[in-house]
C-alpha cells in the first residue's frame, strides 16, 4: 500500500512538475510576440530589403500595422484579394464573404501571435496582381517576411493554403512544408485547406513536420498567395 501511495505522489508531482514547465514556456512565449508587437517598423534592421529590382520590375517594401492604413491602401489590397481569391473561396465549402474578409485582412492582431503555443509569425495574405507575379517579387516578400519573424525569436513561419489554389507550389518550392497542425483528411471529414510553416531552425530542433491528426481551426487564418 505504501509503495503505491508513493508512486501515486511521484506522478503527481511530475504532473504538477509539466504543468509549470509548459505554463513557464507559455508565459515566456507571450513575452517574446509581446515584445515583437511593439515594434512600430519590423523592416527597419533591413533597410537593403527593402527594395527590389529584378526582371524589370521596381518596388518598395513597408510595413505598417492595419490600423495605420488609409482607406484608399485598404480598398486596394481588399479588391487584389477579392479578385485573386474569390472562386477558389467559392470552389470550396469555405465560400466567399466579403466583411469576413475585410475583418480578417485589417484584423488589428494580424501581427506577431502565439498558434498552437508557439511564437509565430503567421502569414495572413500573399497577394500579387498577376500582372507582377512571376517576377520574383513574391519570393522576395517571403523571404522578407522570414528575416522578420527569425529576427524576433518567433519559432516559425505559419500560413494556411486552400488546395485547389496551385500558387501553394509556390510555398512548397520556398521549403515550406505540412505543418503538426494541419488537418488529415478522412472518411468522416475532408478539409479544403492545408496548413504550411517554415521553422526557424536555430531555436527549433530538427522534427518531423507532420506528427499529428490536430483538427486545426482556421477560420480566422485565411492565408494565401
Not at 23 to 34: E, H
Not at 50 to 75: C, H, P, V, Y
Not at 163 to 181: I, T
Amino acid at each position: 500500500m505504501g509503495r503505491k501511495t508513493a508512486a501515486s505522489s511521484a506522478k503527481s508531482k511530475e504532473k504538477r512538475m509539466q504543468r509549470k514547465e509548459e505554463q513557464n514556456r507559455i508565459s515566456q512565449a507571450m513575452a517574446v510576440v509581446a515584445q515583437a508587437n511593439k515594434l512600430e517598423d519590423p523592416l527597419q534592421p533591413f533597410p537593403v530589403f527593402r527594395k527590389f529590382n529584378k526582371n524589370g520590375l521596381e518596388a518598395e517594401l513597408f510595413a505598417k500595422k492595419s490600423t495605420n492604413l488609409d482607406e484608399f491602401i485598404k480598398e486596394w489590397s481588399f479588391n487584389l484579394t477579392k479578385k485573386n481569391m474569390q472562386l477558389k473561396y467559392e470552389q470550396c465549402s469555405w465560400g466567399w464573404c466579403d466583411s469576413k474578409k475585410r475583418e480578417e485582412l485589417f484584423d488589428e492582431a494580424a501581427w506577431f501571435d502565439i498558434d498552437e503555443g508557439q511564437e509565430v509569425l503567421y502569414c495572413y495574405e500573399l497577394q500579387l496582381d498577376p500582372s507582377y507575379q512571376r517576377k520574383g517579387l513574391g519570393k522576395f516578400m517571403m523571404q522578407v517576411l522570414e528575416l522578420v519573424a527569425f529576427k524576433n525569436s518567433m519559432k516559425k513561419v505559419v500560413l494556411t493554403v486552400l488546395k485547389n489554389n496551385q500558387s501553394s507550389k509556390f510555398f512548397k518550392a520556398l521549403n515550406y512544408e505540412l505543418d503538426e497542425s494541419s488537418p488529415i483528411d478522412d472518411e468522416e471529414e475532408s478539409y479544403p485547406y492545408e496548413i504550411l510553416s517554415k521553422i526557424n531552425k536555430r531555436l527549433v530542433p530538427h522534427q518531423s513536420p507532420m506528427k499529428v491528426n490536430s483538427h486545426h481551426c482556421c477560420s480566422g487564418h485565411d492565408h494565401h498567395h
